[in-house]
């Protein structure tokens, strides 16, 4: 790998995080990501163990100072933790922060693992401390579970953000609630507009809830005020006088957050995508099986840089609106 060629894209914009997907599978079915009777990868198509840290690695050496594991479900995949232990070797030495993304159902028996493996912190998928709602969106009976892994998390000294979707008429009024439990762990917050990506058994016009609209509510009741807080994402973050917490809100639909992304994402099949809101791609797992898999993950990386677009075209406009992708989150990674 050339170390000398940073990653940047035709927009002069640096790209030193990396979201990469372990796996497309799931142990939950959340309604406004998937649904119920999704189709998963066939096993053969996902990249091996080692041709996910080789990949990882050859980021790493271009720059890549932030790497993110996803899913699905990352924790469903059973050598994830050799990952993890194998990229966290890497701290240090170019990597300076490795984190995961996960619904939580699995973390009462990976917290401590993921600890001693470097891991420090984790965002944590969650929309509703309700089981009956819970159970109702993520067609799972498991809060019981995700609350457990979460008190596993924080035994372990990880390091916990919330991550909620908001939702039109679902979760609506119990935001402020999620905010006061997440605040009183000593967890931050963050709210995320849905996003219109693959066909879902309900309309998300009629789940999309404006993250605007959710702030002028919270401003009745809270005092925020703007934090210059960041995490190497898209959110931006205001403090709660009264909390005494922070709360992030990822705005892809309401406010276009694009001109400062440090980002592209990977999936589980080593496609690389060059914005969540694109189809721009390119195939690195073709790259990692070829005679020379350095020089040509190198070119794959160098093309990807050209095609990043400058900015998504989400929108949820108008009821009936076909998704703005046919992929579903779970295939691209969180």
Not at 138 to 153: E, K, P
Not at 182 to 189: E, V
Not at 217 to 226: K, M, V
């Amino acid at each position: 790998m050339n170390a000398a060629a940073p990653l940047i894209d035709q927009f002069q914009r640096r790209i030193s995080y990396l979201r990469l997907s372990v796996t497309d599978r799931c142990d939950l079915r959340c309604s406004y990501c998937m649904p119920e009777a999704q189709q998963f990868l066939p096993r053969k198509d996902v990249l091996s163990l080692e041709e996910l840290h080789r990949l990882a690695l050859g980021f790493i050496d271009r720059g890549v100072t932030r790497l993110r594991l996803t899913g699905g479900e990352p924790l469903v995949r059973r050598d994830m933790i050799e990952l993890v232990k194998a990229l966290g070797a890497r701290l240090g030495q170019g990597l300076e922060e490795l984190t995961l993304t996960t619904n939580g159902t699995r973390l009462g028996e990976f917290a401590d693992r993921l600890r001693e493996a470097g891991v420090r912190r984790i965002n944590v998928s969650l929309d509703t401390l309700d089981r009956e709602r819970f159970a109702a969106l993520s067609r799972r009976d498991s809060l019981s579970q995700v609350l457990d892994g979460i008190a596993a998390a924080r035994a372990a000294g990880l390091k916990i953000k919330i991550n909620t979707v908001a939702l039109k008429g679902t979760n609506e009024e119990e935001i402020p609630a999620l905010i006061e439990w997440a605040h009183g762990q000593g967890m931050d917050l963050t709210l995320i507009e849905v996003m219109p990506l693959g066909e879902i058994e309900q309309d998300r016009f009629d789940q999309y809830l404006p993250l605007t609209r959710v702030r002028e509510t919270l401003e009745r009741r809270f005092t925020l005020t703007a934090s210059n807080h960041r995490t190497g994402g898209p959110a931006r973050y205001a403090d709660i006088a009264e909390t005494g917490g922070r709360i992030g809100f990822i705005t892809p639909l309401t406010g276009n957050f694009c001109d400062g992304c440090n980002r592209v994402r990977v999936t589980a099949t080593g496609q690389l995508y060059a914005c969540l809101g694109g189809s721009e791609q390119v195939d690195l797992r073709a790259a990692l099986r070829s005679a020379d898999p350095n020089q040509e993950l190198d070119r794959a990386l160098d093309q990807a840089m050209r095609i990043k677009p400058e900015r998504h075209h989400f929108a949820i406009d108008r009821a009936g609106a076909a998704p703005a992708l046919a992929r579903h989150m779970s295939t691209t990674g969180g």
